[in-house]
C-alpha cells in the first residue's frame, strides 16, 4: 500500500528556517513525481513546488521562489522542503503529493499533512 508521511513542521519564527520530509513507501512499479502543496484553512491548495522526476528540474510557485528548496534522497525514500525566510504568510499545512504511472493508469496520492506556523 502506498504511503506518504510528512514531518517536520513546528512553530518557527519569521525569518527562521524548517526542513519538512516526506517520506514514501509502496511504490510497486511505473514512474512517479513529487508534489508539495499547502492549504491554510478556507483557502484552496496551493502548488509550492513539483518535481517531474526523481532528481530533475524543480519548479516553485512564485511566492515561495528563492526561498525554498525541493530536493529528493532516492536512498531513504524520502523527498524534502528546505523552507527559508520564512514569513507569517507561510503559516499552512504542508502536504506531500506523489503522481505514480502504473502501465497506462495515473494514481494521485496525499500525505497527512504536517503544520507549520510561523509566528513571533
Known amino acids: 500500500q502506498v504511503q506518504l508521511v510528512e514531518s517536520g513542521g513546528g512553530l518557527v519564527q519569521p525569518g527562521g528556517s524548517v526542513r519538512l520530509s516526506c517520506a514514501y513507501s509502496g511504490f510497486t512499479s511505473g514512474t512517479y513525481a513529487m508534489r508539495w502543496y499547502r492549504q491554510t484553512p478556507g483557502e484552496e491548495r496551493e502548488l509550492v513546488a513539483a518535481?517531474?522526476?526523481?532528481?530533475?528540474?524543480?519548479k516553485y510557485g512564485a511566492s515561495v521562489k528563492g526561498r525554498f528548496t525541493f530536493s529528493s534522497d532516492t536512498d531513504k525514500s524520502t523527498v524534502y522542503l528546505q523552507m527559508n525566510s520564512l514569513e507569517p504568510e507561510d503559516t499552512a499545512v504542508y502536504y506531500c503529493?506523489?503522481?505514480?504511472?502504473?502501465?497506462?493508469?495515473?494514481?494521485?496520492?496525499w500525505g497527512q499533512g504536517t503544520q507549520v506556523t510561523v509566528s513571533s
Open positions: 518535481m517531474y522526476n526523481a532528481g530533475g528540474t524543480v
Open positions: 503529493n506523489a503522481l505514480v504511472v502504473v502501465s497506462t493508469t495515473t494514481y494521485e496520492y
